[in-house]
């Protein structure tokens, strides 16, 4: 291949008409969610509380193609398909021998790949007569995804907010609030989670386990409302396999097959998002997926794949939510205060972690400093500036990229590049002056924390 061309485009039609259920393909079935009462799995019912009955039929299921609604697809079209692109600057710039190629979900209106999912969710939600949906934010990127989900299907949005982040990262709760949604400083007075939260602190600063108790207490004890989250579930990833299946169409429009994949993991759903659709044709034993590598990038600071242990665990700090079988730094571990927030997570979504375990895919580990170097340098030469989170699979492609070129050979890279960095002007700041601070692996916190998991 050694046309000019730098950006790979689909026609509208060819926006997937069904997701991609990895479950289907499977070698053995994937350890079911255990309900923290009395350790049985969790059966359909239990969930109706808190998700309509469509999102726990798509959770369970193990159908490998499950169809993508109309009016989801017709929004869809409003950033879909995205574009590939070969990154040929970069390739420059490192001088090397290998071809780079990169998925661009910033193009999506917040600007990242959660709107994919929240669309979705949205949907189906409405669909079952649901009038609200409740969730929680960090810094925000999930709340405005779910904001503008809920905008398009005429559902109101509650959305708990980490009260720092509240106060500190305004810009994406005004984007949630342009897009109608209420929001919510967390710890807050509305639910009783939250009032003994501020009992406690009236000053309390909040955290994302806090917010999460307070959007499911919420959901659970209020008429026709539901809750929805951003990760981690497998009706999440599931919903983001539109990446992968656009990505296969474009790679095979110009005879192109990854040899190895990289992508940054918070919970993990972009990067499955991207990557199933590739690791699902490994599983089927395609020869032309026999020797691709399918690598989850995360930071030092919060080392879930690199160095938690898999186990079941609860999603929360409150310990509301299903026990899941995953890697896990422990519920209670509170990572250092990276940038990239959305890497922040004490586990992995239970379908990445099960893959992880078999060896169908691996994971890396980079520090903050190397990381923003990385998108410093993609942003000179492709000129996007990416996430902060979205750096840390730059980070590995580059790496990649150079030792190619050492070896001199024509790997063809790929790397998802979930979003990007408008809003974390801050982030870059710290960085150009110097004063971001690398976390080393915190071995004491994490130790502590996992000594207090009960093993199952
Ligand atoms: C939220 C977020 C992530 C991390 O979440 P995953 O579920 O692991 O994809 C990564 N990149 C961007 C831009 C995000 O907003």
């Given at each position: 291949?050694?046309?000019k061309?730098?950006?790979?485009l689909?026609?509208?039609?060819?926006?997937?008409?069904s997701?991609?259920?990895i479950?289907a393909?499977?070698?053995?079935?994937?350890?079911?969610?255990?309900?923290?009462?009395?350790?049985e799995?969790?059966?359909?019912?239990?969930?109706?509380?808190?998700?309509?009955r469509?999102?726990?039929?798509q959770?369970?299921?193990?159908?490998?193609w499950i169809?993508?609604?109309?009016?989801?697809?017709?929004?869809?079209?409003?950033?879909?398909?995205?574009?590939l692109?070969?990154?040929?600057?970069?390739?420059?710039?490192?001088?090397?021998?290998?071809?780079?190629y990169?998925k661009?979900?910033?193009?999506?209106?917040?600007?990242?790949?959660k709107?994919?999912?929240a669309?979705?969710?949205?949907?189906?939600?409405?669909?079952?007569?649901?009038?609200?949906?409740t969730?929680?934010t960090?810094?925000g990127?999930?709340?405005?995804?779910l904001?503008?989900?809920?905008?398009?299907?005429?559902?109101?949005?509650?959305?708990?907010?980490?009260?720092?982040?509240y106060?500190?990262?305004?810009?994406?709760?005004?984007?949630a609030q342009?897009w109608?949604?209420?929001?919510?400083?967390?710890?807050s007075?509305?639910?009783?989670?939250?009032r003994?939260?501020?009992?406690k602190?009236?000053?309390?600063?909040?955290s994302?386990?806090?917010?999460?108790?307070?959007?499911?207490?919420?959901a659970?004890?209020?008429?026709?409302?539901?809750y929805?989250?951003?990760?981690?579930?497998?009706?999440?990833?599931?919903h983001?396999?539109?990446i992968?299946l656009?990505?296969?169409?474009?790679?095979e429009?110009?005879?192109?097959?990854?040899?190895?994949?990289?992508?940054?993991?918070?919970?993990g759903?972009?990067f499955?998002?991207?990557?199933?659709?590739f690791v699902g044709?490994?599983?089927?034993?395609?020869?032309?997926?026999?020797?691709?590598?399918?690598?989850?990038?995360?930071?030092?600071?919060?080392?879930?794949?690199?160095?938690?242990?898999?186990?079941?665990d609860?999603?929360?700090t409150?310990?509301?939510?299903p026990?899941?079988?995953m890697?896990?730094?422990?519920?209670?571990?509170?990572?250092?205060p990276?940038?990239?927030?959305?890497?922040?997570?004490?586990?992995d979504?239970?379908?990445?972690?099960?893959?992880?375990?078999?060896?169908y895919?691996s994971?890396?580990a980079?520090?903050q400093?190397?990381?923003?170097?990385?998108?410093?340098i993609?942003?000179?030469?492709?000129?996007?500036?990416?996430?902060?989170?979205?750096?840390?699979?730059?980070?590995?492609?580059?790496?990649?990229?150079?030792k190619?070129?050492?070896k001199?050979?024509e790997?063809?890279?790929?790397?998802?590049?979930?979003?990007?960095?408008?809003f974390?002007?801050?982030?870059?700041?710290a960085?150009?002056?110097?004063?971001?601070?690398d976390?080393?692996?915190?071995?004491e916190?994490?130790?502590?924390s996992?000594a207090?998991l009960?093993l199952i």
């Amino acid at each position: 291949m050694n046309m000019k061309m730098e950006k790979i485009l689909l026609d509208e039609e060819e926006i997937p008409k069904s997701w991609y259920n990895i479950q289907a393909d499977l070698p053995t079935p994937l350890d079911p969610p255990l309900n923290p009462q009395t350790l049985e799995p969790v059966k359909p019912e239990e969930l109706e509380a808190i998700f309509p009955r469509e999102l726990i039929r798509q959770e369970m299921s193990r159908e490998r193609w499950i169809r993508i609604p109309e009016e989801v697809r017709d929004v869809y079209r409003l950033w879909r398909p995205t574009p590939l692109y070969r990154a040929r600057r970069l390739e420059e710039k490192l001088n090397t021998p290998a071809r780079i190629y990169y998925k661009w979900e910033g193009v999506s209106p917040p600007g990242s790949h959660k709107p994919n999912t929240a669309v979705a969710q949205a949907f189906f939600n409405m669909k079952e007569g649901v009038e609200r949906l409740t969730t929680e934010t960090g810094a925000g990127q999930w709340g405005s995804a779910l904001a503008l989900g809920c905008m398009l299907f005429g559902l109101k949005c509650t959305i708990y907010m980490v009260r720092v982040s509240y106060e500190q990262k305004p810009s994406r709760r005004t984007l949630a609030q342009i897009w109608g949604a209420e929001m919510v400083p967390s710890p807050s007075n509305r639910t009783k989670f939250g009032r003994s939260m501020l009992e406690k602190d009236p000053n309390h600063p909040g955290s994302l386990g806090i917010a999460i108790s307070e959007a499911i207490e919420d959901a659970v004890t209020h008429e026709n409302t539901k809750y929805s989250l951003g990760s981690v579930l497998n009706h999440v990833l599931l919903h983001q396999t539109v990446i992968g299946l656009e990505l296969k169409k474009q790679f095979e429009s110009i005879e192109e097959y990854p040899d190895v994949m990289f992508g940054c993991v918070g919970g993990g759903s972009n990067f499955a998002g991207a990557a199933f659709p590739f690791v699902g044709d490994k599983l089927r034993g395609n020869p032309e997926a026999e020797s691709l590598k399918v690598v989850s990038c995360e930071p030092t600071a919060c080392p879930t794949l690199t160095k938690g242990i898999y186990t079941y665990d609860h999603g929360d700090t409150a310990k509301m939510t299903p026990l899941l079988k995953m890697h896990t730094l422990g519920h209670d571990f509170v990572p250092p205060p990276i940038h990239a927030g959305g890497l922040r997570y004490h586990g992995d979504a239970p379908l990445l972690c099960k893959l992880t375990n078999d060896g169908y895919m691996s994971a890396v580990a980079f520090k903050q400093n190397e990381v923003f170097e990385a998108a410093r340098i993609f942003a000179q030469t492709e000129g996007f500036v990416v996430a902060p989170e979205t750096a840390h699979c730059v980070k590995a492609a580059i790496d990649e990229a150079l030792k190619c070129k050492e070896k001199n050979e024509e790997k063809v890279i790929f790397f998802a590049n979930s979003g990007h960095g408008h809003f974390d002007m801050a982030a870059y700041e710290a960085f150009i002056e110097g004063k971001l601070q690398d976390y080393e692996y915190p071995e004491e916190k994490i130790k502590e924390s996992l000594a207090k998991l009960s093993l199952i």
